[in-house]
């Protein structure tokens, strides 16, 4: 999805300073496009994340029939149709490198009277889709997938699911909301228990919209027929995007940086819990909220970090932020301990495997466990590390050349786009050395 092949090159640049805004939350973006474009009326999302990923959930929906209007950057107008207004697309629909983007659709996609086909990028079509199968198909759902579950899927035309009580086997707030998705088209009551709370966009978003949803940490009950009612969402700005400058604004010596209006839902923010953990010198003002959601303004400035044993209980609160929290132990005085872990291996790359190998190519002390690593900081050096195409990673190991002692070239760049359009410009606006280069074939 993501256009031509795309290293960056990255070095020692200045302390981070002034205040920058990150982009719109992806999980957000995705969720009010969907739940805009089945709802009866016209919503408005504002702040919307202008990524691949989110770009291409709201393409499908113009190919499921939906009209969305694009009046300015990071704003949509969304006509929804309804329940059941969706039409049969003519062709496959291209989740792009977007794992939320795919599972929530299976869900949503599940209970419509026509066919639909879900296809992915490299990656995604590597990526376990079996984990929302298997329940979507224990509520009538006809599914078709690779060997193993994986991508594409192919999605049978259904004429009414059936309600289940089901217990995530792995803490996901995806499978969740493909569930709640499904749950919204079946009969009688859903109810979805996690073994650990995972991110609950889907039920405060689908309260917003009107529907009844009952949910607490780790459980989420709504039952099928009701409707939406269209809304206007404000998306806040993506802690995960954020977590970039969090670390490097903790590690660059002098560095005193505030991010403006940083989505602050518990669930996302376990890195900073992590980071406090370590010695950071992070603090919170403006507490408020926006569209719903807490927001804040967080003020970093360098601090001497130390080694943790990273809590597990605090693991799915920064599923996404573990690229990022590698680097800081990287540089970070003693060992850090990551367990419980084992979700990272199956994200947009196996997030330890490339990240261990990434570090170790700049010198780094890290062995991988099966569901973590141990990490012994210490100085970086420069060199060549890649990315595996994976946005997160190439981000995180920006930050990592922020302190090496020469310069890195990172390799396989060009899907940070999916997630944080315009990151080069910002993270150099802030102070970073960084540019794009074209790669070395
Ligand atoms: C997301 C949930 C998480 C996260 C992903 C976005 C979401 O995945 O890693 O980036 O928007 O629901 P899992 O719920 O599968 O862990």
Sequence with gaps: MSGAPLDWLAGQ?????GEITVPGDKSVSHRAVMLAAIAEGESSVEGFLEGEDTRATAAIFGQLGVRIEAPSPSRRRIHGVGLHGLRAAAGPLDCGNAGTGMRLLAGLLAGQAFDSELVGDASLSRRPMGRVIEPLRRMGARIEAREGGLPPLRILANNGLQAIDYELPVASAQVKSA????GLYARGETVVREPHPTRDYTERMLSAFGWPV?????????EGGHRLRATD??????FSSAAFFLVAASLVPGSDLLLRRVGMNPRRTGLLAALRLMGADISESGAGEQGGEPVADLRVRHARLRGIAVPEAL???MIDEFPALFVA??????????????????????RIAVMASALRALGADISETPDGAHIRGG???GGQADSHGDHRIAMSLA???????????IGDCANVATSFPGFVELARSAGFGLRAAPPIL
């Design 315 to 317: 693991v799915p609160d």
């Design 179 to 182: 569930v709640l998705l499904a």
């Design 379 to 381: 100085r970086l050096a």
């Design 399 to 409: 930050i990592a050349a922020q302190l090496a002692s020469g310069e890195v070239r």
């Design 329 to 350: 132990a990287a540089l970070a005085e003693g060992e850090t301990r990551v367990s419980g872990a084992a979700e990272l291996r199956v994200k947009e790359s196996d």
């Design 13 to 17: 640049g200045k302390a981070l300073t």
């Design 233 to 238: 969402v404000q998306v806040p700005a993506d």
């Design 214 to 222: 009952r949910f607490s940490p780790g459980l989420a009950r709504l």
